[in-house]
Structure formats: structure tokens, C-alpha cells
């Protein structure tokens, strides 16, 4: 009698231990890299037989949301799915804009001089923080201050 009621009072936890061993090794996946080669695939599954859905450029961010053995499915900005080889992708920190038109200033503030515009779906590499502005820095060595509200 004595084994059946510590399974009884300890099941409870078991299935509370279990539910979040789940939840743990999901969440694992769970994180932001960014495109760390000049040009990469984005393909329609984990290996270079898929078809390429489109590409991108360095700095692209993506939210991973599962790992199969060397390939990353993950999610981008607007939301679409695809499926990406790790050794094109690390952890720096970027960000891509996602107004139609960004201006990136000269310094961190909107009475400083506009050096560039760019439309929506530009990504950059994030060199400081400011507030709430980002001083950024695109593939092509372009750089300036972008207020956070514009970019993912």
C-alpha cells in the first residue's frame, strides 16, 4: 500500500516535470540569428534537394523555431517560413526595417540630419544602442541611426 501512495502524490508532479521539459526544450529552439553569408537560400525544407523559395542578404534576421540535424526552420518579419543551412547564420545582433520608408540619421534623434532613406525589408547589422535608437550598419559599410519603432 505504501509504493501505491507515493505514486498517487507524486503524479501530479511527474506530469507537471513533464509538461515543462516540453515547454523548456521548444523554448531551446526559440531565438534570433541573423544571415552571416553575402547571399543565402531560403528552401522549402531541411536539405539542398528542397526547392529555393527566394534568397537573402547578410544581416537577414530570423526567429528559429526547430532544428533538424545542420538545418534551422525558422520564421522571418512578415511572418513567412523557410528553411536554412547553420553554417550561413550566427548570432550577431541585426535588425531589418519594416516601415516603407526609413530614414537613417546622422545621430541618434530626428533633428539630425538624414543621410539615407531605404524601404521596407533592408537589413543591418546593430553596432550601438541609444535609447531608443539603433546605430546601424548595412553589408555595404553604409551606416547611421534608425529610430527602433522602423525596424524587427
Sequence with gaps: MFAKEIILKTKPYITILTILMILFSSAAFA??????????????GPGTNHDILWKVEKYYPIFILKKINVWYHFRDFEE???WIHESLVNKTPTVITKSVKCNVRSGPGTKNKILFAVEKGIPFKILKRKGKWLRIQHADGDKG????????
Excluded: C, F
Design 31 to 44: 531565438e534570433r540569428l541573423a544571415v552571416s553569408s553575402v547571399t543565402a537560400n531560403i528552401r522549402s
Design 80 to 82: 513567412d517560413e523557410g
Design 145 to 152: 541611426w534608425v529610430h527602433k519603432t522602423l525596424v524587427w
